[in-house]
């Protein structure tokens, strides 16, 4: 299973909001490239990166945040927030993305999603499927929509996504454990490349999703507030993989 560590960015910081509630926001680091740096040298080779200014806004806004990273580490990553046209796909692509994370346009216009799919590989876009009481959200999870989780999952994996970031907001951010009822049942339905996202919270966690059969999970807040320490992913790492 992948360790996926997260950089949330706003403003060029790295920071932390709980429930993806913009007035929660904690700073972290005023320096994402130092942050990026740690996680590569304890041997991480994948990273989340968010940019949730372009989330609430539209548009991507920190794309040299994420030109920085790609050209100064050796990290896989895959970014988020803002994509919203073929253009700022291509800015994403442009300026490292290794794969993209889809939200609100995947829901508000999935012929465009699903024609980029067919484009530019289904190992290249990720659909994320952020949710609270079942039901998906978008904007900066600042919308709920109509669309049920496994139906929304099921549609895409019709359609031929392969690869899936799944959130449970009301876990997100607040070190409460993940969200596994959910991803047992997802697993059960599909074959899919499932990433668990919110709430990780200590090692054991890891493990138990790994046997589970998650394919990668990202780890954020528990990074930041020392729930789970970098020496403690390298050995996870190590161990399994």
Not at 97 to 109: D, M, P
Not at 134 to 163: C, F, H, R
């Amino acid at each position: 299973m992948r360790v996926i560590p997260a950089i949330d960015i706003i403003e060029g910081k790295c920071v932390r909001l709980t429930k993806g509630e913009y007035n929660t926001m904690e700073v972290y680091s005023r320096d994402p490239l130092e942050i990026a740096k740690k996680f590569e040298d304890h041997g991480l080779n994948y990273l989340h990166l968010v940019d949730l200014e372009g989330a609430k806004q539209g548009y991507i806004v920190n794309y040299k945040i994420l030109e920085k990273l790609s050209s100064k580490t050796n990290l896989q990553i895959d970014f988020g927030g803002g994509i919203k046209s073929r253009e700022s796909l291509l800015m994403a692509i442009e300026a490292g993305a290794n794969q993209v994370t889809i939200g609100s346009l995947a829901v508000n216009q999935p012929d465009i999603v699903n024609q980029w799919i067919i484009e530019f590989g289904n190992q290249k876009i990720i659909i994320g499927a952020d949710f609270k009481n079942d039901q998906i959200a978008i904007e900066g999870w600042t919308e709920s929509t109509t669309n049920k989780l496994i139906p929304y999952i099921n549609k895409w994996s019709d359609m031929g996504a392969v690869y899936f970031i799944v959130t449970n907001i009301e876990h997100d951010g607040t070190l409460r454990g993940p969200d596994f009822e959910t991803y047992e049942k997802i697993l059960a339905k599909f074959e899919i490349n499932l990433i668990a996202s919110g709430g990780i919270s200590h090692m054991d966690n890891l493990y138990k999703l790994k046997d589970k059969g998650l394919e990668g999970t990202i780890v954020g807040k528990a990074i930041y507030e020392g729930a789970i320490s970098l020496k403690d992913l390298e050995k996870f790492i190590l161990e399994t993989d």
